[in-house]
């Protein structure tokens, strides 16, 4: 299972940094006009959505002096709960982005043929770095070697 959380962090790590700057945007640009705007609509006890539609119009405008606004105003109670409401929705599509983003399985987006088989150098007992028959990037079969140089060529050789 830790294999599935560690390419998903792998393939997102992009992704990441997006998802936060697009969170920062909706909270500026589209949560604090709404929240503004239902704040007023909603002062005398009931909505008033002509005021609402028409704040809202305004606010979308000027986005960061909306967001001023509504520490000035007192609605900062409203901002915080409409962005927790946006926040846990925007949580939820992330989450579920990034399970559908996990290998399906430990091998995926390894390469074949890859001399990942071996660490530190481990390969070069046996193959040569610089010169032979090629077998993958910087791994060759010496020709030169005493005993078996024999290859198993695994997969399909099509000529079309």
Known sequence: MNYKIEGAIRRNRKNFIIFAILWI???IV???PF???????????KMN????FVTFGES???????????????AAGTYFSTLL???IFYAVFFFIGFVRSAPKNEYSDIEHG?????QRGEQYQIL?????????????????KRGNVNVLVVGRFRIW
Do not use: C, H
Not at 35 to 45: E, Q
């Open 25 to 27: 945007f909706i909270a």
């Open 30 to 32: 589209f949560v604090s």
């Open 35 to 45: 929240a503004y705007s239902s704040y007023l609509a909603g002062i005398d006890g």
């Open 49 to 52: 959505l002509e005021v609402f």
């Open 60 to 74: 979308i405008g000027n986005p960061f002096g909306t967001l001023g606004k509504v520490f000035a105003e007192g």
């Open 85 to 87: 409401v946006v926040t």
């Open 114 to 118: 890859s001399s990942d088989w071996s």
């Open 128 to 144: 040569d770095r610089n010169k032979g028959i090629i077998l993958a990037e910087d791994n060759y079969l010496p020709v030169d």
